[in-house]
């Protein structure tokens, strides 16, 4: 397992077969990694919507979307309700969510965040988690990509103003060069 500190993991992820997100049981992919493969792979986020909304008997399992000529995605569901400031994640569904995912992806090259430390996805103990995932993923291709995870709204509102800043004045042009930093070109 490789830690990943120096690039943002949406323009690597062609690089993978396997994407791991963890997630929470009310389907929202709205922040980091997550929020940036439903963007770009909407097929994702359809089929995460049509699962039962907030029915904790999930916890613990996985939602697998595959698709000809994209990265396999699978969710883990591993906390409820994200709340800021709430730690809500289910360690024990994490480790089977790990486990199984380890087994199904053993010989796939793999990348995911540290699943469960941020705050919408369980606000868990990150030294926790990252032992877990290293005893789970001993000896696979895992790069773990470890950098500041937040909303993508706000992200991209963001770099809306740096473009401001850059000189990119042209709304239209602006909303096409947003667009081309999550979605395939």
């Known amino acids: 397992m490789n830690i990943i500190t120096d690039k943002e993991g949406i323009f690597e992820v062609d690089k993978y077969d396997v994407i791991l997100l963890g997630t929470s049981v009310y389907d929202i992919l709205s922040h980091g990694l997550q929020g940036k493969v439903a963007i770009r792979y909407p097929h994702v986020a359809e089929a995460n919507h049509k699962q039962p909304y907030g029915d904790l008997r999930r916890l613990g399992t996985r939602l697998t979307v595959e698709k000809e000529g994209c990265p396999t995605v699978s ?73 500041p995870q937040t909303c993508v709204f706000n992200e991209y509102m963001t770099k809306a103003r740096e473009l401001i800043n850059m000189g990119v004045s042209n709304g239209k042009r602006r909303t096409e060069i947003l667009k081309k930093l999550y979605l395939r070109n």
Request: glycine share 8%; proline share 1%.
């Open 75 to 147: 969710l883990l569901y591993i906390c409820g309700y994200p709340k800021k400031g709430v730690k809500t994640l289910d360690y024990d569904a994490l480790d089977r969510c790990l486990n199984t995912a380890a087994m199904e992806f053993k010989n796939k090259r793999i990348i995911t965040t540290i699943m469960g430390a941020y705050s919408f996805d369980g606000e868990g103990d990150r030294e926790r988690i990252l032992k877990m995932m290293e005893e789970a993923f001993k000896g696979m291709d895992v790069d773990v990509y470890d950098y």
